[in-house]
């Protein structure tokens, strides 16, 4: 189905339609993926961003509600792949460092994937003249940033142990 936009709102209300449904998709995945790493500072962080996603889909329903939108009525296809490939990750290798090392690799794409999608939302917000939205969009992308640069840190320790 071809997604058609009149308006830069209609692109931003269904972008934020992708990253309500990327953001619930990965409160399913996290806990899996916490239960699934070896590694305590890696299960630690998969812990932690649990929470700060809750948070995300709380910032974003009070976004859609400023609207006045509903945030349903979209799956986010590129989340739903990033989260078959880390099940492959955690369904096809046996536990181990080398599992936490793709269990990093999976997870900073789903955070490039967020601060890529979140970076534009606020652009978009701001654009729009929703100044709310664009600070409120703009503290996730923050959040986004330190978690990927956090699983940096974490892959310094653990893949030179994987090799």
């Not at 534009?120 to 939205?133: F, R, S």
């Given at each position: 189905m071809t997604m058609r936009y009149h308006t830069l709102n209609d692109l931003y209300v269904s972008l934020l339609r992708d990253l309500y449904s990327a953001e619930q998709q990965l409160l399913i995945a996290l806990p899996v993926m916490a239960q699934s790493a070896v590694t305590p500072k890696l299960k630690e962080g998969f812990e932690l961003h649990l929470t700060q996603t809750q948070e995300h889909v709380k910032r974003l329903e009070k976004i859609f509600s400023g609207l006045g939108e509903s945030p349903l009525g979209k799956v986010s296809g590129a989340m739903l792949g990033l989260v078959r490939e880390g099940n492959e990750i955690i369904t096809g290798n046996e536990p181990g460092i080398v599992r936490d090392a793709a269990l990093i690799m999976a997870a900073q794409r789903v955070e490039h994937l967020e601060i890529a999608s979140y970076g534009?939302?606020?652009?978009?917000?701001?654009?729009?003249?929703?100044?709310?939205?664009a600070?409120?969009?703009e503290t996730t992308l923050k959040e986004e940033e330190e978690t990927d640069q956090q699983l940096t840190v974490v892959a310094s320790a653990i893949n030179p142990k994987a090799v």
């Open positions: 534009t939302a606020a652009t978009y917000a701001g654009l729009l003249g929703e100044e709310k939205a600070k409120l969009l």
